[in-house]
């Protein structure tokens, strides 16, 4: 267990393994899109549990597990043990026993810890109360294939300080990019994972101010999963932290703009930009399948 690589955030790669899981993402998609049998893991059994909703990581998993050739498991807490209070631990150790690789979408980050902790298999994190790794996988893939490189750039995350917004945090240390930050007061990230990355991240309040001169423009939904009840109140406190035209225009002139969605068109994200010819937000998407392949192709091959 103590040797079993996991994905719970970025840093549990290196910049060269991410940069070169994102190469080989792309490889993979084009060869998947070219008809290439890629059904290199057969009878490896990914367990998916789930304790929030999802239609992008579920469907991109499980489409994902099944052209390697292998099987995926959806397991949710209402009808396991997991939901009925089976310690955490006791879970990992025997479902870990039965699969070769898991995902886990849940709430408090300690869930997935404590399970990876546990488990003798690789353990990814599909989305936690604090970081989803996985989407920004896609992200960088989708950013490397319209522009190159992201090193050096310019991104400017508009709105919640959430669990993305955090995961940008990490990105922005091992894709090495400045990251810029306009929200809110009381809707920042951790300030502890600012201030570890002070020398690329800021907190910028004026989002305007902060779109200036950017290579990409990110945002996301201003009340999260689990956070429904304080949806009016978060559409008082984001009143002008929307993605848009104008903001749009304050960027460079070549700027990119990403949303993991689902999208609340109206509040983060203008109706506008989401339904432009050349929006990249459904490539994005696309995108957490060809990723996500890539992901437990290099966790299968670790734990060999
Ligand atoms: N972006 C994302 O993770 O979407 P789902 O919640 O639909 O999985
Ligand atoms: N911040 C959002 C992301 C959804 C993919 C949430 O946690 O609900």
Request: aromatic share 6%.
């Amino acid at each position: 267990m103590a040797d079993t690589r996991h994905f719970l955030t970025l840093l549990d790669f290196s910049p060269a393994e991410l940069n070169d899981m994102i190469e080989r993402a792309i490889a993979m998609k084009q060869a998947h899109k070219s008809g290439a049998d890629q059904r290199h893991f057969p009878g490896k059994v990914l367990g998916m549990i789930f304790a929030k909703s999802s239609t992008r990581t579920r469907v991109s998993f499980e489409a994902g597990m099944a052209q390697l050739g292998g099987h995926a498991m959806f397991l949710s807490p209402t009808d396991t043990q997991l939901g009925r209070g089976e310690p955490i631990e006791d879970s990992a150790r025997v479902i870990s026993s039965m699969v070769d690789i898991i995902m886990i979408r849940t709430f408090g980050h300690d869930i997935v810890e404590t399970f990876a902790a546990n488990s003798s298999v690789p353990v990814i994190n599909a989305l936690t109360d604090d970081y989803h790794p996985c989407q920004l996988l896609a992200d960088m893939q989708t950013y490397v294939e319209h522009r190159g490189s992201i090193a050096g750039k310019v991104v400017t995350w508009v709105g919640d300080g959430n669990n993305m917004a955090q995961s940008y945090i990490n990105a922005a240390r091992q894709f090495d990019f400045e990251l810029r930050i306009a929200c809110p007061e009381g809707y920042e990230p951790s300030p502890a994972l600012v201030e570890a990355n002070r020398d690329r991240v800021s907190i910028v309040r004026d989002p305007v101010i902060a779109a200036e001169g950017a290579d990409l423009l990110v945002t996301d939904v201003w009340a999260s999963m689990g956070q429904e009840q304080e949806q009016q109140v978060r559409e008082a406190a984001f009143d002008g932290y929307q993605l848009n035209e104008e903001l749009l225009s304050r960027a460079a002139s070549d700027a990119l703009y990403m949303h993991c969605l689902p999208a609340h068109r109206g509040e983060e994200i203008s109706s506008g930009l989401m339904d432009t010819a050349d929006t990249v937000i459904w490539n994005e998407a696309e995108n957490r399948l060809h990723a996500q392949k890539a992901l437990m192709e290099t966790l299968l091959l670790a734990n060999q």
